[in-house]
T-cell receptor
């Protein structure tokens, strides 16, 4: 069993739809990251969470430490949101020692 | 402020050769980490450096090594290249060693033939 599980693996949505991507983990963590990767490889950090909820524009991320679960929500989705979204957890005492989920490939159709 | 810069962006090497990849972090960032991304294994942690010291190492063979210089720039080296080393190699920098956002470079795509 993978230590970080994401669902769904693939997601197709119509422009304007509300999108949720889920991440569950089984290890003790100090923080959880949501990352976005576009074709070509570059990764952008969207959020880093250790508790609660964060919001940037149309993106919202939540984490429940007790349940070891996090969600990434995209409101009013747009074709430019099409990308792979990756959940990664940071082990205690290490910023860089990340365990990654396999990613969710999102395609938003106009 | 300049982002994380990785050089080269693309590289083709032959089996058995060695390769050195470079990562220049954001100015002021002292933590640099390296990751390997392959279609089969996804993203995997390679190394973490802070102030020229390796703090953590992932589960990779000894052919993979790295170092960090006093200006925080980092290099990773892979010796005796194998076909399976073909991957996108990413580095990320952050100002601290715990609980801070990571800033990723564009990656170096290594192809071993």
């Amino acid at each position: 069993k993978n230590e970080v599980e994401q669902s769904p693996q693939n997601l197709t949505a119509q422009e304007g739809e509300f999108i949720t991507i889920n991440c569950s983990y089984s290890v003790g963590i100090s923080a959880l990251h949501w990352l976005q990767q576009h074709p070509g490889g570059g990764i952008v950090s969207l959020f880093m969470l250790s508790s609660g909820k964060k919001k940037h524009g149309r993106l919202i991320a939540t984490i429940n430490i007790q349940e070891k679960h996090s969600s990434l929500h995209i409101t009013a989705s747009h074709p430019r949101d099409s990308a792979v979204y990756i959940c990664a957890v940071a082990l205690w005492g290490s910023q860089g020692n990340l365990i990654f989920g396999k990613g969710t490939k999102l395609s938003v159709k106009p | 402020k300049a982002g994380v810069t990785q050089t080269p962006r693309y590289l083709i090497k032959t089996r058995g050769q060695q390769v050195t990849l470079s990562c220049s972090p954001i100015s002021g960032h002292r933590s640099v980490s390296w990751y390997q991304q392959t279609p089969g294994q996804g993203l995997q942690f390679l190394f973490e450096y802070f102030s020229e010291t390796q703090r953590n190492k992932g589960n990779f063979p000894g052919r993979f090594s790295g170092r960090q210089f006093s200006n925080s720039r980092s290099e990773m080296n892979v010796s005796t290249l194998e076909l399976g080393d073909s991957a996108l190699y990413l580095c990320a920098s952050s100002p601290l060693v715990v609980d801070t956002e990571a800033f990723f470079g564009q990656g170096t795509r290594l192809t071993v033939v």
